[in-house]
């Protein structure tokens, strides 16, 4: 079996998670972000004063069996009104975990071993730590709250104190026969993993093929107007070293959705020719779901296709 990294944050590691978990010649490790500020994960972050649980959360249910009771009561999301409103049983749960065992770690890898999960998942730090970004316009962007209202062009991004990875982090990244980033949030998903201290030295000093699997469209706050080579150029500028393959989306939007996503401030991201010199994947990848939470259609990548291409990769 082959130890393949997987490098993110919430929606697009999940779901990249779905499709690789079915490669028996694959054993995964998923390394999750742990900046996530909004809804459930940030309030139990700032009341319980642990790192926000959702997007590890998310992720060790992509990789759990999707008809076990269990995943899907650490799944369930309360809707009513109340002392519960919109929080997430599985972020409850990391929460006790977390204060039962004295490390958020501990309680990710306990939840892990519960639901017997097709691979690994660990937070890249068991801190507890803010963005911070600085915009074209001279403004400091505090968290990804304060990213998501920005209206300029991020120039530099970093966070309010120095962190470091957790051991197992580094171990796995050192000893992986691949590695892939994204797809995800650039400066809110993929970026903050490689801000931990120990991250691109141990990337580096591994000699495998590194991926990054490029977003369909851009993100209002964060990338609009970021061609391909242009994201790759900025994980690169923090990663201190190249990126061997990209995988791109070449299928069409429904006009009807193109349209609500201008209304958004997103476009598709456009694959440039500064890109071409890399090994690049350009297929069709396009995948159209209903959102959980607003029930709106929204464009995803494709997991069955994406596993294809990277088993493809790494064989």
Partial sequence: MKDIVVIGGG??????????????????????????????????????????????????????????????????????????????????????????????PEAVMKLSDVLAIQGTVYPVSSQIVRLIAVNNLGETLIGEKGIERNRGKIIYITTNKRFSAIPEVIRALKSARGIVFGPGSLYTSIIPNILADGVPEAIAANPCRKVYVANIMTQMGETLGMTLSDHVSEI??????????????????????????????????????????????????????????????????????????????FS
């Fill in 11 to 104: 929606t697009g590691l999940s779901t990249l998670l779905r499709g690789l978990k079915n490669i028996r010649a694959f054993r995964l490790t998923a390394v999750v972000t742990i900046t996530d500020e909004g809804g459930s994960s940030g309030t139990i972050r700032e009341e319980m004063h642990i790192p926000p649980p959702g997007d590890v959360r998310n992720n060790i249910v992509a990789l759990a069996e999707d008809e076990n009771l269990l995943t899907q009561l650490i799944r369930y999301r309360f809707t009513d009104t109340g002392v519960f409103e919109n929080h997430s049983v599985g972020n409850i749960v990391l929460a006790a975990l977390t204060k039962i065992l004295g490390s958020f």
């Fill in 236 to 313: 690169e500028r923090y990663l201190g070293s190249p990126l061997d393959d990209l995988i791109a989306n070449s299928e069409g939007i429904p006009e009807t959705l193109m349209q609500r996503y201008a209304e958004q401030g997103a476009e598709p991201v456009r694959i440039d020719s500064a890109a071409i010199p890399r090994r690049v994947s350009i297929e069709k990848l396009l995948k159209l779901v209903v959102d959980d939470r607003d029930q709106l259609l929204k464009v995803r990548h494709d997991e069955i296709k994406l596993a294809t291409i990277l088993k493809r990769i």
